[in-house]
C-alpha cells in the first residue's frame, strides 16, 4: 500500500512539471502557481493584520505614563522571544537571501519575526508590519516553489511574488508592492530580476484580493489629503525643490541612525537588555509626545487634519526621526516605510507653515516620496504607491520628487546589502 501511494505521489508530482495541453492562451502552470502564492500570501497578511489590530487595541488602552512600562515591557518580551527562538533577521537578510542564498527565504524564522514583531508594532514602535509581511509571505513562496519542485530562478521569482504579495497587502497597491519588491533587491543603479515582475504582479493581485475580503479593505486613498490642482509647468520645479529638502532629511534620519547604532552597539549586551532599553527610550518620547507612537498608518491622518503650530511640527519632526532611529537600532522588529512617510508628512506641512501661498498637498507628497527614495533607493514604485496611498493621481510632480531623493541619496546606501554584489555560491 505505501508503494502505491508514493507511485501515485510522484505520479501527482511529475504531471505538476508537464505543461498545459491544448492550452491555447499565454498562461500556463506557473500562472496558477503565482496565484497560489498570492491568495496564501493574502491570507497570512490578513490574518496577521487582524491579530496586530486587536492587540493594538489591546495595549492602546494603557494611556499617560503606563505608556513607558508597558513599551519597555514589550521590548523586554520581544527581545526575550528573539533570544529564545532564534534572530530572524532584518531587511537586509532578507535582500542578500534573494540575491545570494539561491533566492530562498527559509520559514524556520517567521515564529520569532511573527511573535517580536507583534509586540513591538502594537505597544507603538516606530516600524510598521512590512518586513514580517514580507519575511513570512516571501519564505512562503519559497515554501510553495519546493513543494512545485521549482529551482533557479523560478524558484527565485515566486519568493520575490511571495515577497510582492507581502508589500501588496500593507499598500493596498498591486503595481506599487510589485515594483517594491523589485526594486528593494536592486544592486547599485540597476534593477535586477526585472524577470519576476509577471509572477510578482499576478500574486501582488490575488494577494490584494484576498486581503481585502478578509478585513473588508476598501479601493481608494489611505490618507485625507486635499485634492491638487496643477498650477504650471513651475509645479516640477517645486516638486524638485521639496524633493531636495526630503532628501537632506534622508541623510539626516540615515546619520541619526548610525549614532544610535554605535551607542548600542558600544558594548555587547544581550539583546533583551537592548530591546528594553529601546522600549523605554520609545516609551519616554510617546509619553510627551503621543503622535510619534506607532508606525504612522493612522498617526497621518492626524497630523494632515490637525492644526497644529508650526514648533510643535518641528518638535515632532525631530522626536519621530529619533524614535524611528531607536527603533530600528534597539533590536526591534518592523519596517521603516510608513515611518518615513510621516516624517515627510510633518516636514511638508513644516514647509507649508513657512511658506502659505505653497500648495500643503504638493508639500506633502514630494517631501514623502524623497526621503523614502533617499532611504530604501527605491523611485520607481514609491511613486506608485504614494499615488495610491494620497490619491494624488499626477504621478509626475511625485516621479520628480523621487528621483531627486534617489539620485542625490548618499553613495553608501541605508540598506547594506544593497551597497556591493557578492558571487553567488
Same mark, same amino acid.
Given at each position: 500500500?505505501? #508503494?502505491?501511494?508514493k507511485?501515485?505521489?510522484?505520479?501527482?508530482?511529475?504531471?505538476?512539471?508537464?505543461?498545459?495541453?491544448?492550452?491555447?492562451?499565454? %498562461?500556463?502552470?506557473?500562472?496558477?502557481?503565482?496565484?497560489?502564492?498570492?491568495?496564501v500570501?493574502? #491570507?497570512?497578511? *490578513?490574518?496577521?493584520?487582524i491579530?496586530?489590530?486587536?492587540?493594538?487595541?489591546?495595549?492602546?488602552?494603557?494611556?499617560?505614563?503606563?505608556?513607558?512600562?508597558?513599551?519597555?515591557?514589550?521590548?523586554?518580551?520581544?527581545?526575550?522571544?528573539?533570544? %529564545?527562538?532564534?534572530? /530572524?533577521g532584518?531587511?537586509?537578510?532578507?535582500?542578500n537571501?534573494?540575491?545570494?542564498?539561491k533566492?530562498?527565504?527559509? $520559514?524556520?524564522?517567521? /515564529?520569532?519575526?511573527?511573535?517580536?514583531?507583534?509586540?513591538?508594532v502594537?505597544?507603538?514602535?516606530?516600524? *510598521?508590519?512590512?518586513?514580517p509581511?514580507?519575511?513570512?509571505? *516571501?519564505s512562503?513562496?519559497?515554501?510553495?516553489?519546493?513543494?512545485?519542485?521549482?529551482?533557479?530562478?523560478e524558484?527565485?521569482?515566486?519568493?520575490?511574488?511571495?515577497?510582492?504579495?507581502?508589500?501588496t497587502?500593507?499598500?493596498?497597491? $498591486?503595481?506599487?508592492?510589485?515594483?517594491?519588491?523589485?526594486?528593494i533587491?536592486?544592486?547599485?543603479?540597476?534593477?535586477?530580476? @526585472?524577470?519576476?515582475i509577471?509572477?510578482?504582479?499576478?500574486?501582488?493581485?490575488?494577494s490584494?484580493?484576498?486581503?481585502?475580503?478578509?478585513?473588508?479593505?476598501?479601493?481608494?486613498?489611505?490618507?485625507?489629503?486635499?485634492a @491638487?490642482? @496643477?498650477?504650471?509647468?513651475?509645479?516640477?520645479?517645486?516638486?524638485?525643490?521639496?524633493g531636495?529638502? *526630503?532628501?537632506?532629511?534622508?541623510?539626516?534620519?540615515?546619520?541619526?541612525?548610525? %549614532?544610535?547604532?554605535k551607542?548600542?552597539?558600544?558594548?555587547? %549586551? /544581550?539583546?533583551y537588555?537592548?530591546?528594553l532599553t529601546?522600549?523605554?527610550?520609545l516609551?519616554?518620547?510617546?509619553? @510627551?509626545? $503621543?503622535?510619534?507612537?506607532?508606525?504612522?498608518?493612522?498617526?497621518?491622518?492626524?497630523?494632515?487634519?490637525?492644526?497644529?503650530?508650526?514648533?510643535?511640527?518641528?518638535?515632532v519632526?525631530? +522626536?519621530?526621526?529619533?524614535?524611528?532611529?531607536?527603533?530600528?537600532?534597539?533590536?526591534?522588529?518592523g519596517?521603516?516605510i510608513?515611518?518615513? +512617510?510621516?516624517?515627510?508628512?510633518?516636514?511638508?506641512l513644516?514647509?507649508?507653515?513657512?511658506?502659505?501661498?505653497?500648495? =500643503?498637498?504638493?508639500?506633502?507628497?514630494?517631501?514623502?516620496a524623497?526621503?523614502n527614495?533617499?532611504? =530604501?533607493?527605491?523611485?520607481?514604485?514609491t511613486t #506608485?504607491?504614494?499615488?495610491t496611498?494620497?490619491?494624488? =493621481?499626477y504621478?509626475?510632480p511625485?516621479?520628480?520628487?523621487?528621483?531627486?531623493g534617489?539620485f542625490?541619496?548618499?553613495k553608501?546606501p541605508?540598506?547594506?546589502?544593497?551597497?556591493?554584489q557578492?558571487?553567488e555560491?
Amino acid at each position: 500500500m505505501r #508503494i502505491n501511494r508514493k507511485r501515485r505521489i510522484i505520479r501527482t508530482l511529475n504531471l505538476l512539471d508537464q505543461p498545459i495541453r491544448f492550452n491555447p492562451f499565454v %498562461f500556463s502552470r506557473t500562472f496558477f502557481m503565482w496565484a497560489i502564492t498570492g491568495l496564501v500570501g493574502g #491570507i497570512i497578511a *490578513g490574518g496577521y493584520w487582524i491579530v496586530l489590530e486587536h492587540f493594538t487595541e489591546f495595549l492602546a488602552e494603557f494611556k499617560g505614563w503606563m505608556v513607558i512600562p508597558v513599551m519597555a515591557i514589550s521590548g523586554l518580551l520581544a527581545g526575550l522571544v528573539i533570544h %529564545f527562538i532564534g534572530d /530572524p533577521g532584518e531587511i537586509h537578510l532578507i535582500v542578500n537571501n534573494i540575491r545570494f542564498n539561491k533566492g530562498k527565504l527559509e $520559514p524556520k524564522n517567521n /515564529p520569532s519575526m511573527i511573535l517580536s514583531s507583534l509586540f513591538c508594532v502594537a505597544s507603538g514602535g516606530s516600524l *510598521g508590519p512590512e518586513a514580517p509581511l514580507v519575511q513570512v509571505t *516571501g519564505s512562503t513562496g519559497t515554501w510553495l516553489g519546493k513543494i512545485f519542485r521549482l529551482k533557479g530562478e523560478e524558484l527565485r521569482s515566486l519568493s520575490i511574488a511571495g515577497m510582492a504579495s507581502g508589500f501588496t497587502a500593507l499598500f493596498g497597491a $498591486p503595481l506599487g508592492g510589485s515594483l517594491f519588491s523589485l526594486e528593494i533587491l536592486h544592486h547599485k543603479h540597476a534593477v535586477e530580476y @526585472y524577470k519576476a515582475i509577471i509572477p510578482a504582479l499576478v500574486a501582488s493581485c490575488f494577494s490584494y484580493l484576498m486581503f481585502a475580503l478578509i478585513i473588508h479593505l476598501g479601493i481608494g486613498a489611505m490618507w485625507d489629503l486635499k485634492a @491638487y490642482h @496643477y498650477t504650471g509647468v513651475y509645479d516640477f520645479l517645486y516638486a524638485t525643490l521639496f524633493g531636495i529638502v *526630503g532628501t537632506l532629511f534622508g541623510w539626516i534620519f540615515i546619520f541619526v541612525v548610525k %549614532f544610535f547604532r554605535k551607542i548600542f552597539e558600544y558594548r555587547t %549586551f /544581550p539583546i533583551y537588555i537592548k530591546t528594553l532599553t529601546g522600549g523605554l527610550v520609545l516609551g519616554i518620547i510617546a509619553f @510627551y509626545f $503621543p503622535i510619534t507612537r506607532y508606525f504612522g498608518h493612522n498617526e497621518i491622518n492626524q497630523l494632515i487634519n490637525g492644526d497644529y503650530a508650526l514648533k510643535f511640527l518641528i518638535v515632532v519632526l525631530i +522626536f519621530k526621526i529619533i524614535a524611528i532611529a531607536v527603533t530600528v537600532t534597539s533590536g526591534w522588529r518592523g519596517g521603516f516605510i510608513i515611518p518615513l +512617510f510621516f516624517v515627510g508628512t510633518t516636514l511638508g506641512l513644516i514647509i507649508h507653515q513657512l511658506f502659505p501661498t505653497i500648495d =500643503t498637498t504638493l508639500a506633502v507628497v514630494s517631501c514623502m516620496a524623497a526621503i523614502n527614495a533617499c532611504v =530604501t533607493r527605491t523611485p520607481m514604485s514609491t511613486t #506608485i504607491i504614494l499615488g495610491t496611498l494620497t490619491g494624488f =493621481t499626477y504621478f509626475v510632480p511625485i516621479l520628480f520628487a523621487s528621483l531627486t531623493g534617489y539620485f542625490l541619496a548618499p553613495k553608501i546606501p541605508f540598506i547594506g546589502s544593497q551597497s556591493h554584489q557578492l558571487s553567488e555560491e
